[in-house]
C-alpha cells in the first residue's frame, strides 16, 4: 500500500515544470538531473511509518537535496574501494529539511484523507528547498566557502567519520584557493593520523596509499587548476 502511495506521489511531482528535466532513478529513489559539471538530486527517502498529530499510519518522505561536481570526485576513482556505480552516485554536498531549518519529514496517510492537501505542501516545499540548495551552491566557489573556510577562520571541526571527505577538501582547495593549499594539507593531515590511530575503518582502508593518493592529486592536471607546490 505504501509503495503504491510512493509511485503515486512520485507520478504527480513529475509533472511539475520544475521538475521536468529530471529523472526519476527507481534503484535510488532519486530525481536526478545531468548538468554540465555533474548533476542535481533530489533524494525521496521513505518509509511506513505513523503520523501521530492525526494517529493514522501513513507514508513518511524524506526529501534530501544533492549537488555533485565531477571535478571534485573523477580523479579518485582509480583509488576508491567502492564500485563505480556507488563512486559516480557520489554528492558534493547534500541537505535535509532539518539543515535547511525547513519541514524535514512528510505524511500521507495511507488512507487517502487531506492527500491533495498533503501532496500540494509537499512539492511547494520540496521545490523550493531544491531550487535554493542548487541556486546558493552552484559552483565549487560555494562549497570552499562551506566546508574550508569555517575551519581555516574559525577553526571548525573536520569530520571524524569516512575518507572521501579528505581528498574532496583538498581538492576544492587546490582548485578554488590554492595559496591556502599546504595550509589545508597539513591540517587534513593531522586528522587522517588521528582517525587512523582511532581505528576509523574508512582512513584505514586509504592510510598506506594516503601519499600516493595526495600525490597524484598534486600533479593532475584537472579544470581550472594550478599547481599546488
Same mark, same amino acid.
Given at each position: 500500500?505504501?509503495?503504491?502511495? @510512493?509511485?503515486?506521489? %512520485?507520478?504527480?511531482?513529475?509533472?511539475?515544470?520544475?521538475?521536468?528535466?529530471?529523472?526519476?532513478?527507481?534503484?535510488?529513489?532519486?530525481?536526478?538531473?545531468?548538468?554540465?559539471?555533474? $548533476?542535481?538530486?533530489? *533524494?525521496?527517502?521513505?518509509?511506513?511509518?505513523?503520523?501521530?498529530? /492525526?494517529?493514522?499510519?501513513?507514508?513518511?518522505?524524506?526529501?534530501?537535496?544533492?549537488? /555533485? @561536481? =565531477?571535478?571534485?570526485? /573523477?580523479?579518485? *576513482?582509480?583509488?576508491? $574501494?567502492?564500485?563505480?556505480?556507488?563512486?559516480?552516485?557520489?554528492?558534493?554536498?547534500?541537505? &535535509?529539511?532539518?539543515?535547511?531549518?525547513?519541514?524535514?519529514?512528510?505524511?500521507?496517510?495511507? &488512507?487517502?484523507?487531506?492527500?491533495?492537501? &498533503?501532496?500540494?505542501?509537499?512539492?511547494?516545499?520540496?521545490?523550493?528547498?531544491?531550487? @535554493? %540548495?542548487?541556486?546558493?551552491?552552484?559552483?565549487?566557489?560555494?562549497?570552499?566557502?562551506?566546508?574550508?573556510?569555517?575551519?581555516?577562520?574559525?577553526?571548525?571541526?573536520?569530520?571524524?567519520?569516512?575518507? =572521501?571527505?579528505?581528498?574532496? #577538501?583538498?581538492?576544492?582547495?587546490?582548485?578554488?584557493? %590554492?595559496? #591556502?593549499?599546504?595550509?589545508?594539507?597539513?591540517?587534513?593531515?593531522?586528522?587522517?593520523?588521528?582517525?587512523? &590511530?582511532?581505528?576509523?575503518?574508512?582512513?584505514?582502508?586509504?592510510?598506506?596509499? @594516503?601519499?600516493?593518493?595526495?600525490?597524484?592529486?598534486?600533479?593532475?592536471?584537472?579544470?581550472?587548476?594550478?599547481?599546488?607546490?
Amino acid at each position: 500500500m505504501s509503495d503504491v502511495l @510512493f509511485d503515486k506521489i %512520485v507520478k504527480k511531482l513529475v509533472k511539475d515544470t520544475y521538475l521536468a528535466e529530471f529523472a526519476f532513478r527507481k534503484r535510488e529513489c532519486c530525481l536526478i538531473k545531468k548538468t554540465a559539471s555533474g $548533476f542535481e538530486a533530489i *533524494e525521496l527517502q521513505h518509509w511506513k511509518g505513523f503520523d501521530l498529530n /492525526r494517529n493514522k499510519v501513513a507514508l513518511v518522505i524524506k526529501p534530501l537535496y544533492l549537488k /555533485r @561536481f =565531477d571535478v571534485l570526485h /573523477r580523479w579518485f *576513482e582509480k583509488f576508491s $574501494f567502492k564500485s563505480l556505480l556507488d563512486q559516480r552516485g557520489n554528492y558534493s554536498i547534500g541537505f &535535509d529539511g532539518e539543515m535547511l531549518n525547513k519541514t524535514n519529514e512528510f505524511y500521507f496517510l495511507l &488512507d487517502g484523507i487531506d492527500f491533495e492537501n &498533503d501532496f500540494n505542501i509537499f512539492k511547494k516545499e520540496v521545490i523550493k528547498n531544491a531550487d @535554493f %540548495v542548487f541556486d546558493k551552491y552552484s559552483d565549487i566557489d560555494d562549497l570552499y566557502q562551506y566546508y574550508i573556510e569555517p575551519v581555516l577562520n574559525k577553526g571548525a571541526e573536520l569530520p571524524n567519520v569516512g575518507a =572521501d571527505w579528505v581528498f574532496e #577538501y583538498l581538492t576544492l582547495t587546490k582548485l578554488v584557493k %590554492v595559496e #591556502y593549499y599546504n595550509l589545508v594539507k597539513n591540517l587534513l593531515e593531522a586528522q587522517v593520523n588521528k582517525l587512523n &590511530d582511532r581505528g576509523e575503518p574508512n582512513i584505514i582502508e586509504y592510510y598506506p596509499k @594516503f601519499d600516493e593518493i595526495v600525490s597524484y592529486l598534486e600533479n593532475a592536471v584537472l579544470p581550472g587548476s594550478s599547481p599546488s607546490g
